[in-house]
């Protein structure tokens, strides 16, 4: 069956997609691990080549944009083709990188940043073994300085409102919507803004004709996810933002869901709280990426009233709000292994001490 796996990372994303016919997606891959450290950060180099089989290979790594949190380590990991100094045996092959527009655009990148825009940059000039997402004009002046153009290149790109074309329903049982980024969060005249321009994805799974939805939201802003709410129901489609699977934003933010922090609570639009309580399907997950939720006011996220809100609308759908580094427990966080069956999504918790394993799986929906 597939399965969906969060990692124990702290305020980083790492999302493991494993298909029934062996393909597998890494969305976004940041490996917090420090082997020097006492830390309760998982090895995540190890899990993802366990992951990868005997042929360490993934058929899709995402980046949904170009900060630390969601690519630290990628450059060690796998295998990159534009220099031979970042190739080897010992690296995880990618058959088709998935980026934003932004991470082509993107100037003044540094470091492991500036690395993983090359490869974008060199598989999008070679003309293979990438997907760009969002079509802004300053993409296509991009392709004509360097030598080709954008209709040249143009199955290459993906814009929002389209699926992924990499999967089908059909053939893999799964496939990707693309909400955002929109084009103009990519032109030319200003700074590009990462989060605005990050990728956001619902993924639809087919298992015996039944359906199960998982959200991938990087970190878009309350100010974006509104943006994409709008333009989904103006287009008369919802469909496209009911989950069961939640990945909530930047690590349980406030600024995903309101511009005010709020005394207990952070207070959420009309248009945010539907998606949370309106949206999540009876027994839904709300899946925070991040360190244990704080007592206390923190300027960093993870913030105590953003999980205060995840919390209460998590109540409201009969569902569960759960922290990656808490699971099964803060003392030995473990790997969210979430299958997808023919009745829906089954979540099991196996615990520390004593060893009592739960489940919980969402019944079928009447007809």
């Known amino acids: 069956m597939p399965t969906v796996t969060f990692y124990p990372t702290g305020n980083a994303d790492t999302c493991l997609i494993g298909l029934d016919n ?11 691990y420090d082997p020097s450290q006492e830390s309760k950060y998982i090895d995540l180099e190890k899990e993802i080549r366990q992951a990868s089989g005997r042929q360490q290979k993934v058929d899709v790594l995402a980046i949904s944009h170009l900060d630390k949190d969601h690519y630290k380590g ?21 058959d088709t990188l998935w980026v934003p527009a932004a991470a082509i655009l993107e100037e003044g ?3 492991e940043g ?7 940059r060199y598989r999008l000039k070679q003309g293979k073994g990438i997907r760009v997402f969002s079509r802004p004009d300053a993409l296509e002046d991009w392709l004509i300085d360097n030598g080709t153009s954008l209709s040249a290149r143009r199955q290459l790109i993906t ?18 919507f693309v909400h955002s980024p929109f084009a103009e969060r990519a032109e030319d005249g ?22 199960t939805r998982l959200i991938l939201s990087a970190d878009c802003p309350w100010e974006i996810l509104e943006g994409i709410i709008h333009v989904t129901k103006a287009h008369n489609n919802e469909e496209r933002l009911q989950w069961d699977i939640n990945n909530i934003p930047h690590h349980c933010s406030y600024l995903s869901l309101a511009e005010d922090k ?14 949370y309580e309106e949206q999540g399907e009876r027994h839904g997950l709300l899946i925070s990426t991040s360190d244990l939720i704080p007592a206390e006011d923190t300027k960093q996220p993870p913030h105590r009233q953003a999980a205060a809100y995840y919390e209460d609308a998590a109540t409201k759908i009969g569902g569960e709000f759960l922290v990656t580094m808490k699971e099964p427990s803060p003392h030995a966080p473990k790997p969210m292994i979430i299958e997808i069956t023919g009745r829906g999504h089954k979540y099991k918790k196996s615990f520390v001490a004593p060893a009592i394993a739960t489940s919980t799986q969402k019944p079928p929906r009447a007809g």
């Open 109 to 111: 990148i540094t470091e």
């Open 22 to 32: 062996g393909r597998k997606i890494v969305f976004d891959y940041a490996n917090t």
């Open 190 to 211: 200003g700074l590009i803004v990462r989060n605005d321009s990050a990728l956001f994805m619902q993924a639809t799974f087919d298992v015996l004709g039944r359906k």
């Open 74 to 94: 990628a450059s060690t990991l796998f295998e990159l083709e534009h220099a031979k100094c970042y190739q080897g045996d010992d690296r995880i092959k990618i």
């Open 262 to 275: 709020g005394e207990r609570k952070t207070i959420p639009s009309e248009d945010i709280q539907w998606l």
């Open 159 to 176: 814009d929002a409102g389209e699926i992924a074309p990499e999967f089908t329903l059909v053939r893999d049982g799964i496939e990707f």
């Open 114 to 120: 500036r690395i993983l825009r090359s490869e974008a």
